[in-house]
């Protein structure tokens, strides 16, 4: 049994690591293991798994090897038996899974949709964050294998007992040369498959299930905006943009005071950028505010399409606009921010302190405005951190924050204006990362991770306020997505729309109409242009609505519930001129001839 137990853990750390697509098994286990309660949990729950595996395998030997003793099959009969059961195994096994892994999606990543869990689990894993890996093999994966090899058990007890009943009364030799007698626990499966995937599916809900494989979309056909035909001018004096992407910012941090779910605030120097220091806030309340969460949108790589391309990041069928990390072009339809600034001969650069590979971030930049990217590979390269050195994704913000002071101070030496993007990972669920001058202030540790990014973003900010090159450049700041973190989530009154922060400073242009907005993250696309001062002909590019003109935006004009329910939606254009983009048409025109 300690051999089966034994046996158990190291699959299990083995699966790991294949997910992962490398085998630094010192990174997931040594370099970055704490005895923590979760972590000593998921040990003894996979101990004790081993031991019940190697229980229900010994005694279903010993009852399998009673029920050939009475039937006296050949060994032909034995080995269809053999590969029957385990046909019956893995239905049983995919049930289960289907089950477990989206009560596991429910339970760590709130409300997240359709779209955004079909892209992820299309991505390959690396530099994913070790312990979401482990959560997963230690939880759904380890507890269907034991459900499934609990279930076989109980098939081959019941059909054996059945069966050696019927041997003994003398009714069964006959009918047992001419079938095979596994109706029964076909039938079992089959219920434990469909039964698993329906109340899977039904975590999920039904209606968005439905929507996204059955109903079709025409938003795009009538209000999208292509950005590549649009015509966009710039001034003569270009203005610099630091974009700064801020994990899971959503203004329920704030207080209730300023418009917030809580009743302290968590985030005292952003939101006195707002009501002190001149900063815009487009805002759906008459407080601080942000926008409007819409489907395809609510993960990170979703959210930095959203903001630089106004539409939102979807899978359809078997396509992906990054099938599993090998394609060659991510999203080729697509026209954002990135390429009209590198039409405008900005250097460009994105900050990352994880592995920018992950969801395919590398690919989405690097063919969409040719940005250099400097992640958490880069600074290993250039000697930045230490090659062992690995924490939460990647190295902390603290590092990150001096880092892009430098590479900021690189690119404002240069003549050409600059576009410098960077995106921070430690408010990331679960529980965010404390590091050792995390001040423990509050009564969890994700409320102080969260005030702690608020202090070392208000320093930030005023290091580039002091420097010479500030007058010049406009800084956007904004949440990539709403948190996932449901520890935190969870509290929050059901009554409170929760939105995604948003903050620019220093931009030449001014508008009155910042409050009571219904607007999403998509809208920031033509923001930001205009924030550098540039023109867009009709306000509108992709999906987004330029929030310093008077234009209505797309869910203030149909109404958000329509905008949600058409973007859950397959559409037809979006899968064959963004998703596919010119590729498509080289694909017709091979299939003419």
Sequence with gaps: MLISA??????????????????????????????????????????????????????????????????????????????????????????????????????????????????????????????????????????????????????????????????????????????????????????????????????????????????????????????????????????????????????????????????????????????????????????????????????????????????????????????????????????????????????????????AAFGGRDKYFTQHGNYEIRDYNYAVENGWIPSDYKVWWGYEDQKLFEFAKESITELSSGDQPFNFTMLTADTHFPDGYATAETENLYDNQYKNVIHASDQMLGAFLTWIQQQPFYENTTIILSGDHLTMDTGFSSSISEDYERTVFNLILNAPVATENTKNRQFSTMDLFPTTLAALNATVEGDRLGLGTNLFSDKETLIEELGYDYVETQLTQRSDFYEENILQGTDMAVKKSATSK
Excluded: H
């Design 6 to 355: 034994v046996f158990d853990l190291s699959s299990s750390i083995f699966l790991a690591k294949l997910l992962l697509g490398d085998f630094k098994l010192d990174y997931l286990i040594f370099m970055n293991f704490e005895p923590t309660r979760e972590y000593l949990l998921a040990i003894a729950s996979c101990i004790v798994a081993g031991i019940l595996t190697f229980a229900v395998l010994y005694y279903s030997i010993v009852i399998l090897k009673q029920y050939e003793e009475v039937r006296n099959q050949s060994q032909r009969k034995s080995i269809w038996a053999t590969f029957l059961y385990g046909i019956c195994f893995l239905l049983v096994f995919v049930g289960f899974l289907a089950f477990t892994s989206s009560r596991w999606v429910v339970a760590n990543f709130g409300g997240t949709g359709i779209q955004e869990i079909l892209y992820t689990i299309s991505q390959p894993l690396a530099g994913t964050d070790s312990t979401q890996i482990f959560s997963f093999i230690f939880g759904p994966l380890n507890s269907s294998i034991l459900f499934s090899v609990l279930t076989i058990y109980f098939i081959l007890y019941v059909t054996s007992q059945m069966r050696m009943r019927k041997a003994q009364k003398g009714r069964y030799q006959r009918r047992a040369q001419r079938r095979s007698g596994f109706g029964v626990p076909i039938l079992i499966s089959l219920i434990v498959l469909i039964g698993g995937c329906t109340l899977g599916v039904g975590s999920f809900g039904y209606a968005e299930v439905k929507a996204y494989f059955f109903d079709k979309s025409t938003i795009y056909e009538e209000q999208y905006q292509n950005p590549e035909t649009t015509a966009i001018s710039f001034p003569e004096q270009k203005r610099n943009l630091i974009y700064i992407y801020v994990e899971s910012l959503e203004t329920s941090y704030l207080s209730k005071d300023l418009g917030g779910a809580l009743d302290v605030n968590l985030l005292p120097n952003l939101s006195g950028l707002i009501t002190e220091g001149g900063a815009v806030n487009f805002s759906n309340t008459e407080k601080i505010g942000g926008a409007l969460p819409t489907p395809g949108t609510g993960f990170t790589v979703g959210g930095m399409v959203a903001e630089t391309a106004g539409i939102p990041l979807n899978v359809v069928g078997g396509l992906n606009a990054n099938d599993y990390g090998n394609t060659s072009n991510f999203l080729p339809g697509a026209y954002s921010l990135g390429e009209i600034l590198d039409k405008e001969n900005y250097r460009q650069m994105l900050m990352i302190g994880s592995e």
